[in-house]
């Protein structure tokens, strides 16, 4: 027996189509915030790497008298770990940076003015000078900006192409 007014009823195809078109509306409003702030994340990464790079390279040309180091590998772990650090795996950098990559970045190191012969232990010779440069692997995606530091410290930036030393510093 049926009571009158007590129909099991679910929810129509309209209302599941506006509840739809919320989540859609909000999702609109929210990938690109998220993207941005994943941008930025990736953008901070950066910067804090150059300083990890620029603080490695001048701790390796107090410490191996080689000057600055011969390649950015030169400054990561030994292969197979362990804690025999040398001239040649310095290991002040991990593995992640010192492979040239992180976060949607590419880091490249360029060393000049090369040092005559390699200190006593060291099997390469270093260098009097370098540059960084970290690149957005895809540029708008990745990341925005392009970074550069050398000896100086300076860390610079570039919004449509590779950085140089003659772009702004970051904060300035």
Do not use: W
Not at 30 to 55: D, H, Q, V
Not at 80 to 107: E, H, I, M, P, Q
């Amino acid at each position: 027996m049926r009571l009158k007014g007590n129909r099991n009823r679910g929810f129509t195809l309209i209302e599941l189509l506006i509840v739809i078109a919320i989540i859609l509306i909000i999702m609109a409003i929210a990938i690109p915030n998220l993207m941005r702030s994943k941008m930025l994340a990736n953008e901070a990464s950066a910067i804090g790497t150059l300083r990890a790079i620029y603080t490695a390279e001048t701790t390796y040309d107090a410490t191996y008298n080689n000057g600055f180091s011969p390649s950015l590998a030169t400054l990561g772990p030994p292969p197979g770990g362990g804690n025999n650090s040398t001239c040649d795996y310095a290991d002040l950098l991990d593995s992640v940076v010192s492979g040239g990559r992180k976060s949607g970045y590419v880091f490249t190191y360029t060393g000049s003015n090369p040092i005559p012969a390699a200190a006593q232990g060291c099997s390469n010779p270093g260098f009097n000078s370098y540059t960084i440069h970290a690149d957005p692997v895809t540029r708008g995606t990745t990341g925005q900006r392009s970074f550069f530091v050398d000896p100086s410290g300076t860390i610079r930036y570039n919004t449509t192409q590779p950085a140089t030393a003659s772009d702004p510093p970051i904060g300035g």
